[in-house]
T-cell receptor, first 113, second 115 residues
Framework: KQEVTQIPAALSVPEGENLVLNCSFT??????LQWFRQDPGKGLTSLLLIQSSQREQTSGRLNASLDKSSGRSTLYIAASQPGDSATYLCAVLTGGATNKLIFGTGTLLAVQP | DGGITQSPKYLFRKEGQNVTLSCEQN?????MYWYRQDPGQGLRLIYYSQIVNDFQKGDIAEGYSVSREKKESFPLTVTSAQKNPTAFYLC??????????????FGAGSRLTVL
């Protein structure tokens, strides 16, 4: 059974710092991995998607990497800003007929001005 | 603008009552999903539908029911059989990304509180 874990559960950094969020998964047989952002009381916004054949994806100050063999992904945020404060969730799309998206529990990020 | 609309945003229910959460999408996506989010537990899949008139149970379907009579709509009913219904409910649909992959697009969520 696929399990997705995110470490740390919460993170507080001063504005301007570069930071890394971690996501690990137990079954390497995935189709893709997505990183989402969730603001309090809101839905999820997709940030980056990495196909299983890819190593990384970049969007602005965000860079996501994927090491499928070791079951790990990282989300790198450069030059963090207070507006980056949110919960960040990773999710893996499993194989088979169901194509289920399995979510991690998220990392709550606070960027202090 | 294309997107997913969930309503109501907030809902209060008395014990023993059934309630229905609405989810409508105009993205022309075939697949739609309902997730439940509880603090510290991430998102858990309740039901999903790959195509109109077909749906499948997710990991925590007990106490819930759905229908998929139209492509655009996937309502979720929280029945009185659901023992702990207070939660944040998220609807999503799946469609093509610019990379060719299928990605989920989420609604803004509905928060259900049982009094």
């Amino acid at each position: 059974k696929q399990e997705v874990t995110q470490i740390p559960a919460a993170l507080s950094v001063p504005e301007g710092e570069n930071l890394v969020l971690n996501c690990s998964f137990t079954d390497s047989a995935i189709y893709n991995l997505q990183w989402f952002r969730q603001d309090p009381g809101k839905g999820l916004t997709s940030l980056l998607l990495i196909q299983s054949s890819q190593r990384e994806q970049t969007s602005g100050r965000l860079n996501a990497s994927l090491d499928k063999s070791s079951g790990r992904s990282t989300l790198y945020i450069a030059a963090s800003q207070p507006g980056d404060s949110a919960t960040y969730l990773c999710a893996v799309l499993t194989g088979g007929a169901t194509n289920k998206l399995i979510f991690g529990t998220g990392t709550l990020l606070a960027v202090q001005p | 603008d294309g997107g997913i609309t969930q309503s109501p945003k907030y809902l209060f229910r008395k014990e023993g009552q059934n309630v229905t959460l609405s989810c409508e999408q105009n993205l022309n996506h075939d697949a739609m999903y309902w997730y439940r989010q509880d603090p510290g537990q991430g998102l858990r899949l309740i039901y999903y539908s790959q195509i109109v008139n077909d749906f499948q149970k997710g990991d925590i379907a007990e106490g819930y029911s759905v229908s998929r009579e139209k492509k655009e709509s996937f309502p979720l009913t929280v029945t009185s059989a659901q023992k702990n219904p207070t939660a944040f409910y998220l609807c999503a649909s799946k469609g093509a990304h610019s990379s060719g992959a299928n990605v989920l697009t989420f609604g803004a969520g509905s928060r259900l509180t049982v009094l």
